[in-house]
């Protein structure tokens, strides 16, 4: 996102609905501050009857973004996700709405305290092109229970979806309410200028800095959800079939195209061999083939496999050996490899992967392991295979991440009474359930007092007995 840049004339007829968008959503928010929970429950049964209704054409839209995306995929993983939430914020939204009694010390009676949860006003959200549905209602579902206005910026890689759901939620939803925002890098930087009340950003590192560094200038607060390369851990004992087949879930679902996907594994020394023909097995027994398969997802688009290319061939060039999965390759479905070797000199270990490729680092021992990890920067997942609790436990204490998910893959992001947020370069933030109502929500301290006022005594002139006798009582 660079800050010089050259707007086309249909630059500028963008830019221009954008800010009249923006401009309309807070002239809607300002007569309405505070929508009642009945109009925020009426607004996610309208956005769940769509999804429900629509998912055919979604899923299509989706597929022809990708050239070929597996519709099961996208039923598990973006549309069950989307309507679950929606359900489970449906189901809790009164409960999150209500006012939250707090206590007030003795020196301040008679007084009473409350913490109200306000709607902060026109919110931003920043879709990324890898799950372009899941990750444009999961933060639309937040910020509608918490009774905002939203307007959400679709990925210029997935034109077919951003213009379906352009369409779609208009048929919903007033543009004053939610609105959809389609265009180039440049409506992005724009975007990310305006002075929203809260603005979430799901995609690459890199691109989040250029993002906090817009918002910074408004003072805008944000949520970064950006990923990072997210390690699994195979343990000394764990069946290496139980540990090879729930990490290839995770890493075959939508080609690897994942923020929360396994990025590399690290498996004990001797284990390696053993490791790589169960991974080989367990992969080929999900996608016997690659050619014509429904099942496997290609890449997003022609730049992002040239990427996932360069990174295999700056591997191999340095020393790395690369075992490949299907014989053939099929256009943009790329066929799923491991990698041997690696070194920290690769670019395959320095960015994150995001593709059907993953790296295998051999330990001796998990202090190693550990050492590993908290080496690099902290990822937004974290996935340890192994059944001895007191590892586990090890585990939890002396990693950081995001998340974690012990003996399994991805499915900790689908728990919404969970949090979901990365940590340092895997982001800030967080939301899902209720933490995205919070995140999307001013909760406002209000301390109560009627007629009686006690804290008169205290005011000057300074120096009477009573307020010596307070000082006594109360400064310790």
Not at 64 to 84: C, G, K, N, Q, W
Not at 329 to 343: A, D, K, P, T
Request: hydrophobic letters at 45%.
């Amino acid at each position: 996102m660079s800050a010089e840049i050259a707007y086309l004339p249909e630059a500028h007829q963008q830019l221009d609905e954008l800010h009249r968008l923006f401009a309309a959503q807070r002239q809607a928010f300002a007569a309405n501050p505070m929508p009642p929970a009945a109009q925020r429950q009426q607004w996610l049964k309208s956005l769940r009857d769509l999804l429900d209704s629509e998912r055919q054409a979604l899923i299509d839209a989706i597929s022809e973004d990708f050239s070929h995306r597996s519709a099961d995929e996208t039923l598990l993983a973006e549309i069950m996700p989307s309507l679950h939430g929606i359900h489970y914020a449906s189901k809790h939204l009164k409960g999150w709405m209500k006012p939250s009694r707090r206590k007030v010390g003795v020196a301040f009676q008679p007084a009473s305290a409350k913490v109200v949860y306000q709607p902060l006003g026109v919110v931003g959200v920043i879709v990324p092109w890898n799950y372009p549905l899941y990750l444009a209602i999961g933060p639309l579902v937040g910020a509608l229970a918490a009774g905002n206005r939203v307007l959400l910026k679709l990925s210029e890689s997935t034109p077919a979806t951003g213009l379906l759901l352009k369409r779609l939620l208009a048929k919903v939803f007033p543009e004053d309410l939610v609105a959809v925002v389609l265009g180039e890098a440049d409506v992005g930087v724009a975007f990310s200028r305006l002075p929203f009340d809260h603005l979430l950003f799901t995609g690459a590192t890199s691109i989040g800095k250029h993002v906090m560094r817009a918002a910074a200038e408004n003072l805008t607060p944000v949520t970064l959800e950006l990923g990072g390369k997210s390690p699994a851990i195979v343990s000394d004992d764990v069946p290496l079939k139980d540990a090879a087949e729930r990490i290839a879930f995770g890493k075959t679902m939508n080609a690897g195209q994942t923020c929360v996907a396994p990025d590399y594994v690290l498996v004990p020394e001797h284990r390696v061999g053993a490791f790589v023909d169960a991974y080989r097995q367990v992969v080929r027994g999900f996608f016997p083939t690659l050619v014509d398969n429904p099942d496997y997802t290609a890449i997003i688009n022609p730049r992002q496999l040239a990427r996932l290319n360069s990174y295999i061939s700056d591997a191999t060039s340095k020393g790395a050996l690369l075992i490949p999965l299907f014989e053939e390759n099929q256009e943009r479905r790329m066929g799923h490899s491991l990698m041997l070797n690696v070194s920290d000199d690769m670019t395959v270990m320095q960015d994150e992967i995001f593709g059907p490729i993953l790296p295998i680092v051999p330990y001796t021992g998990l202090d190693q392991a550990f050492a590993y990890i908290n080496q690099r920067p902290r990822p937004l997942a974290l996935y340890y295979f192994g059944y001895d609790k007191a590892a586990q436990e090890r585990v939890l204490n002396e990693t950081h991440s995001g998340g974690v998910c012990l003996n399994d893959t991805l499915l900790h992001v689908a728990q919404d009474d969970m949090p979901f947020g990365g940590i340092g370069h895997s982001g800030m933030g967080h939301y899902h359930g209720h933490e995205g109502f919070l995140t999307f929500s001013k909760a406002k301290g209000v301390l109560s007092k009627q007629r009686l006022n006690a804290a008169r005594l205290i005011y000057p002139p300074y120096g009477k007995p009573i307020q010596k006798l307070i000082q006594k009582l109360f400064i310790r």
